[in-house]
């Protein structure tokens, strides 16, 4: 185990101005704190942090980030308390610790959705501060190094989270060093087959080739030499997880992984990497299409160097890096190099710098240290939008889905783009089928609004709702998309059909016979048909006319029925005569067979005085006498016709309303207003959430009511509610 005089020396060679004061307090307490703990391998559990934070210091991490990697584990494995933390080392480096606490409380489940939702808790808890996620980096880097001592069975999930979430964490932040031994410990355990023979074929393939990379890195050096161009060329070989990625992206297989040699060219300055660029490509002839300038436009990790291919004197293609040293130590460590050597001031830039002039007072020197960090983080963790982040960590696995959850934390996966109608018909098709609105977190959002990752949705139900056709073109999903047209086309099918039912009944009335559905049933092949439902949503429709099912049932059938009762109806061909019973045309003043249609923008009720508009060949609108739209038609009065309303009291034919009310937006709302209707004996046939607010929504209640004294008791009703602020009916 690392001594603490150890330990200070690695801290003191880079930043000779450490606090040792602080990095003695925090090693002895929590060595202290740790005791007689043991580590699986039989260790003293200190040995772990220390560890850690030996790690951080091959970062040349600051005296907070190492005496946090000391503390790491205090809160969560020992009676150290947050309390105590602040009150020996400040609050700064409390608030660390503590953050480090709640990342380690993290489930650690091995389905990839669960790692999802981890990795939206890690980053709400790091985008405080990177430097606890630094921290975690270093402490999942040593516990991944020591994975063999772990429980065979916790030590899968371990690795795949690594892979998923850790190690393309360590690559968003520029530590390629650290991404690729997470990415080797683990993949090693997640694919101990596809590593060892990867592993094992990449050595024996740079014994087959040791001469050739000296050949190259010799030949490299001479001619550099002769440039004048001072560089270190280093080769490397690529490691055996990024040969294993590259042939699941590619589907290729071993053979074909041509460039699995690499060199890195590392110069002095700027010009000095072109000019060495200048020299590779005029030895070996380069591979088109393989060559990127990252030094021009650096990557979104602030990544820099120039990469390219060439073909090497034995036909194999050689990728080369070059790079000046500075550009070599962000690539190395990331943001970790930044937090040393970018900004220039700060005890570590001053240290780095060569122990220069000076040490800003306190935290405001860290501050400005880690501006650069923050800023990362802020990217990271907000973006200009959420998904963004998982953009440039190149998770792939994540990258085509964004990831939300329902009110009660249920992570529900879905492909980007994807609504909150979306996520109703993944929660449940019955959900889908009854929405009516969508909160995104807690706010009330349209139905079309894109999801993004770590939303929290909540979706408004109400019952009688049928999705409407439109949403098909809302949604993304093909889950949803067939179950709303399924259950759009169910609910028109219905709709038509109960219509069909009722033309029939009329029209078999009309000449005295009873409508059956059983007798429809087996008259069916007449009509060319299969299905009872769906032949008389065929009638409902007017694709069959009521005149070939009667014809159909009752073949012995006359036309000239004498006896028949003649009723007054609207539907049919045939019926003259007096006006009757219920069930009658409730309009006097058309001709018998016109067609009659209720204002398309509120209805018309029984009450209201009223007016037709006729349209030749489709029939007529009944509009109320006040409704705004009858304003349209003041040109063509010829189309205007005096009509009465002919409704016996007790009818209990049905006509339509429109009702618009403001209710106050709080769980159940929805509920209480359909309940209401519900309770008048009033239909809703359609409900619509106009325009959604923070505290308040506009719905647009489409009703069926009897006349105009049902309608205003059922405005009166939903008035008495407290959660409706107001309502009104529309046109009336
Ligand atoms: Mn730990």
């Known amino acids: ?148 001592h772990m429980p065979p069975e916790r030590r899968v999930p371990i690795a795949e989270e690594t892979l998923e979430i850790y190690a393309p964490l360590a690559g968003r932040m520029g530590m390629q060093d650290m991404r690729e031994e997470l990415e080797e410990l683990a993949f090693k355990v997640v694919n101990p087959q596809a590593h060892g023979t990867i592993s094992r074929r990449l050595a024996s393939i740079s014994e087959k080739n040791r001469d050739l990379i000296r050949e190259i890195e010799a030949d490299l050096a001479a001619r550099f030499a002769e440039r004048g161009i001072t560089a270190r060329v280093l080769g490397r070989q690529k490691r055996a997880y990024a040969i294993f990625r590259k042939m699941e992206r590619k589907a290729v297989s071993f053979e074909q992984l041509s460039d699995i040699f690499g060199f890195r060219v590392v110069v002095a300055t700027v010009p000095d990497c072109y000019a060495a660029l200048g020299v590779i490509h005029s030895t070996w002839p380069s591979v088109p299409g393989r060559f990127k300038d990252y030094i021009s436009t650096p990557k979104q990790n602030d990544y820099r160097s120039i990469h390219t291919t060439v073909v090497g004197p034995q036909h194999q293609r050689v990728e080369l890096q070059i790079r000046t040293e500075a550009m070599h130590r962000v690539a190395e460590y990331g943001i970790a190099a930044h937090a040393l050597y970018k900004d220039g001031v700060g005890p570590l830039a001053g240290a780095a710098n060569g122990g220069g002039n000076g040490k800003l007072s306190g935290f405001a020197a860290e501050a400005r240290a880690y501006e650069w960090l923050r800023r990362t983080i802020e990217m990271l963790a907000e973006g200009d939008t959420p998904e963004e982040f998982l953009e440039h960590t190149k998770l792939e696995l994540f990258q085509d889905q964004v990831f939300c959850f329902t009110p009660k934390g249920r992570l529900i996966a879905l492909p980007r783009g994807a609504t909150p109608l979306d996520f109703a018909y993944a929660v449940h098709t019955d959900i889908g089928n009854s929405t009516v609105g969508a909160r995104v977190n807690g706010r009330p959002v349209p139905l079309t609004t894109e999801l993004q990752n770590g939303d929290e949705v909540e979706i408004v139900r109400a019952t009688g709702q049928v999705p409407q056709a439109a949403w098909e073109h809302v949604a993304i999903t093909g889950k949803a998309r067939s179950a709303i047209r399924r259950a759009s086309r169910v609910a028109a099918r219905k709709q038509y059909a109960g219509l069909g039912r009722q033309i029939l009944e009329r029209a078999f009335e009309r000449v005295g016979l009873a409508f059956s559905e059983e007798q429809l049933k087996t008259s069916l092949h007449r009509l060319a048909q299969q299905d009872l439902e769906d032949t008389l949503a065929a009638v409902g429709r007017g694709e069959i006319p009521s005149a070939n099912v009667l014809r159909a049932v009752h073949p012995e059938h006359r036309e000239e029925v004498k006896n028949a009762p003649r009723r007054r109806l609207g539907l049919g061909r045939r019926n003259t005569g007096r006006t009757t019973a219920r069930k009658a045309i409730p309009i006097r003043g058309l001709a018998q067979n016109v067609a009659i249609r209720y204002a398309p923008d509120g209805g018309a009720v029984p009450g209201d005085r009223i007016i037709g508009i006729m349209t030749p060949g489709e029939g007529v609108t009944i509009y109320p006498i006040q409704s705004p739209a009858l304003k349209e038609f003041d040109e063509e009065t010829e189309r205007w016709i005096d009509v009465r309303w002919e409704v016996d009291l007790d009818s209990t034919q049905r006509f339509p309303a429109r009702i618009a009310l403001t209710a106050i937006n709080e769980p159940g709302t929805l509920a209480q207003i359909t309940q209401v209707i519900a309770t008048a004996d009033a239909n809703i046939s359609n409900l619509h959430i106009k325009r959604n607010e923070q505290d308040f929504s506009e719905i647009i209640i489409d009703v069926e009511v009897m006349n105009l004294k049902h309608l205003t008791q059922v405005i009166a009703g939903l008035r008495a509610q407290r959660v409706v602020s107001s309502a009104h009916r529309v046109n009336g």
Do not use: C, W
Not at 67 to 87: K, M, N, P, Q, S
Not at 89 to 103: A, H, S
């Open 1 to 148: 185990m690392m001594r603490q005089y150890e330990l200070l020396e690695r801290i003191t060679r880079y930043n000779p101005a450490a606090d040792e004061g602080l990095l003695n307090k925090a090693y002895v307490y929590a060595m202290q704190k740790h005791g007689t703990q043991l580590r699986a391998n039989g260790d003293p559990f200190f040995s772990h942090p220390l560890e850690v934070a030996a790690i951080l210091t091959d970062l040349r991490l600051d005296d907070a980030t190492i005496a946090v990697a000391l503390l790491h584990d205090t809160i969560e494995d020992t009676d150290a308390t947050r309390g105590e933390i602040d009150a020996l080392f400040g609050e700064d480096i409390g608030r660390l610790v503590e953050g480090l606490t709640k990342i380690k409380k993290l489930d650690l489940v091995s389905k990839k959705a669960a790692q999802a939702e981890n990795l939206r808790k890690l980053l709400l808890a790091i985008s405080a501060d990177v430097r606890v996620l630094l921290v975690k980096l270093a402490d999942r880097l040593h516990n991944m190094r020591t994975l063999a």
